[in-house]
T-cell receptor, first 111, second 113 residues
Framework: KQEVTQIPAALSVPEGENLVLNCSFT??????LQWFRQDPGKGLTSLLL?????REQTSGRLNASLDKSSGRSTLYIAASQPGDSATYLC??????????FGEGTQLTVNP | DAMVIQNPRYQVTQFGKPVTLSCSQT?????MYWYQQKSSQAPKLLFH???????NEADTPDNFQSRRPNTSFCFLDIRSPGLGDAAMYLC????????????FGPGTRLLVL
């Protein structure tokens, strides 16, 4: 059974800092890995999708890497802003369409 | 423009009173999903449709049912809500399986009194 773990559970940083969020998964037989953002009481917004054959994806200040063999992914956020404050969820796609989510990292960026 | 729409955004129901949550999509995607997310927990897949083919997760309670009358709409029916069913219910779509991005709606927060 696939399990996804995200560390840390919560993170508070000053504005402008570069930061890294971590995600690990137990079964390396994945199709892809997605990073999502969730604002309080809202749905999920897809940030980046990395196919199993890829090593990284970039979008603006966000960079996600994937090391499938070791079961790890990182989300790098450059020059953090207060508007980046949210919960960041990592999810892996395994058999068929099933997404298995981690419990998320709650990020607070202080002005 | 909203691509995955969920109504209502907030739903209050009474213990044991059937309730239906609605999801619609403008993406013409083949696959529609329902997830349950309890407070501070990871979203958990309840079931999904590929076109009209229904796929139930093994641990989804019988209390939860779903209908997909056409490509655009999918409904989540909770036959007899209990206090433990209070959660955010998220609908998502994807064009296909495996390597496709899932697009999520804003969610419906269900409160059971």
């Amino acid at each position: 059974k696939q399990e996804v773990t995200q560390i840390p559970a919560a993170l508070s940083v000053p504005e402008g800092e570069n930061l890294v969020l971590n995600c690990s998964f137990t079964d390396s037989a994945i199709y892809n890995l997605q990073w999502f953002r969730q604002d309080p009481g809202k749905g999920l917004t897809s940030l980046l999708l990395i196919q199993s054959s890829q090593r990284e994806q970039t979008s603006g200040r966000l960079n996600a890497s994937l090391d499938k063999s070791s079961g790890r992914s990182t989300l790098y956020i450059a020059a953090s802003q207060p508007g980046d404050s949210a919960t960041y969820l990592c999810a892996v796609s395994t058999s068929g369409s099933r997404l298995t989510f981690g419990e998320g990292t709650q990020l607070t960026v202080n002005p | 423009d909203a691509m995955v729409i969920q109504n209502p955004r907030y739903q209050v129901t009474q213990f044991g009173k059937p309730v239906t949550l609605s999801c619609s999509q403008t993406l013409n995607h083949n696959v529609m999903y329902w997830y349950q997310q309890k407070s501070s927990q990871a979203p958990k897949l309840l079931f999904h449709y590929y076109d009209k083919d229904f796929n139930n997760e093994a641990d989804t309670p019988d209390n939860f049912q779903s209908r997909r009358p056409n490509t655009s709409f999918c409904f989540l029916d909770i036959r007899s809500p209990g206090l433990g069913d209070a959660a955010m219910y998220l609908c998502a779509t994807s064009r296909g399986f495996k390597q496709e991005t899932q697009y999520f709606g804003p969610g419906t927060r269900l409160l059971v009194l």
